[in-house]
């Protein structure tokens, strides 16, 4: 199922997209218009905890929350996406309740209110695309679009979104879903 581009939807890497910035990468646009296009990767942790990029984000005892990669552009620049029942002030709508923005009291106040469907994810930079090279990737097939789904971004394992998404989309890419991210290692 092709889409046409614009904010709320994946961007699904197909198997033939050899940059490794966005090799099996599954990207939520969350703005395209003229000037180009922005996203975040959302399948793709690191090994960083957000305490450490932003060590004033109240930190949970128990509570493990990973900083993502969310693109090669602005690689020292945090992101917060988040999903609340109640879009806050001065954030970018995206989909379903899901907003970009950099309000640190939102955060701490989904780290340390009750317990609730809101959540959040802070990638490390961002992905982009200047006028119309994202449209020339897509007719050269490098991405396939898909409407978001909040439940892939913030509530499946992000090491699966890509081979399960992939799952989904019939006997043509079905093969691929255990391809090795390094091919030459098949």
């Excluded at 379903?96 to 309000?103: A, I, S």
Aim: proline share 7%; charged share 20%; aromatic share 8%.
């Amino acid at each position: 199922m092709d889409l046409e581009l614009g904010k709320g939807i994946f961007l699904v890497a197909t198997p033939q997209l050899r940059d490794p910035n966005f090799r099996q990468t599954v990207v939520l646009l969350c703005e395209h218009g003229d000037e180009g296009a922005l996203g975040v990767v959302v399948n793709r942790p690191t090994a960083m905890s957000i305490s450490e990029a932003l060590p004033q984000v109240p930190i949970i005892e128990g509570a493990s929350h990973v900083l993502y990669a969310g693109g090669p552009v602005q690689t020292n620049h945090v992101m917060l996406l988040y999903r609340v029942d109640q879009l806050p002030e001065n954030s970018h709508h995206v989909f379903d309740g899901v907003c970009l923005g950099g309000d640190m009291g939102v955060v701490e106040r989904i780290l340390t209110g009750p317990t609730t469907k809101d959540s959040f994810r802070a990638y490390l930079g961002y992905s982009g695309w200047g006028p119309g090279q994202l449209e020339s990737e897509m007719k050269t097939g490098s991405w396939i679009t898909l409407p978001a789904d909040s439940k892939i971004v913030f509530e499946q394992d992000p090491a699966q979104v890509w081979q399960e998404i992939l799952l989904t989309l019939g006997d043509t890419y079905k093969h691929y879903a255990d391809m090795p991210f390094d091919p030459s290692c098949n």
